[in-house]
């Protein structure tokens, strides 16, 4: 293949240009990633983000201009960060940023998104339409997951006060959150897992006397 394409003698020849490529884990080689706060213990989530270029190295610092577009953003300014230039550095073929995505109250009830793109900087031009943006959609929404009839014998009926408990629980304790039987886990991990959940429903309920942890449907949390 390397001798096919030297024989070729194919070269990029227009204009510098730069294409965005988000975090291969969350966004999984496509131009978007979405996320959710209910399986992160922080508060806010640094999302790594190339600015890679469409063209030759150069044998100086080349700025790339990152632009927010308004109209597709409906995320607060307070709910996140984003630099407006980031820097290549001589020699190399991209400069990495990242993007703060914060949580709020307002994002338990609601999903919002933050849309970024390339513009034209004195250093490079915008790249292919595909690549010359991201889209973020982030939320703290609590959803029942699909595989909960297959867990249910071990935690109970379902409500979402619940099942938040539960992920905060796993994340405080630096545990996986995905609890599907069909990820690996077996009984003896999920009894394990009870457990956990009910030594640190004790711990709360102590910390609130008179005021026990209650489901949105006003049923006392137990396992």
Not at 56 to 85: F, K, M, N, Q, W
């Amino acid at each position: 293949m390397l001798s096919a394409c030297e024989n070729d003698k194919f070269y990029y020849q227009d204009k510098p240009r730069v294409r965005l490529v988000g975090d291969e884990h969350l966004t999984l080689g496509t131009d978007s990633l979405e996320l959710s706060f209910t399986t992160y213990a922080a508060d806010e989530v640094q999302v790594k983000v190339d600015a890679c270029i469409m063209g030759s190295v150069a044998g100086h610092d080349r700025t790339v201009s990152i632009e927010i577009d308004e109209a597709r953003t409906t995320a607060s300014p307070t709910l996140y960060s984003v630099p407006s230039t980031v820097m290549v550095p001589a020699g190399e073929n991209k400069g990495t940023f990242f993007v703060t995505l914060r949580n709020a109250a307002e994002l338990q009830s609601r999903a919002v998104t933050l849309y970024i793109k390339t513009n034209v900087s004195d250093d490079f031009a915008v790249g292919v339409n595909e690549e010359n943006h991201l889209l973020m959609r982030w939320s703290d929404i609590i959803v029942r997951p699909l595989y909960w009839a297959d867990i249910e014998e071990h935690f109970g009926a379902y409500s979402n006060v619940k099942y938040r408990f539960m992920l905060d629980c796993l994340v405080a304790k630096g545990f996986n959150t995905n609890l599907d039987p069909a990820a690996g886990l077996n009984w003896a991990d999920l009894h394990n897992y009870n457990i956990v959940f009910a030594n640190m429903l004790k711990e709360y309920n102590a910390a609130h006397p008179g005021a026990p942890l209650t489901d949105e449907n006003g049923t006392l949390v137990t396992f």
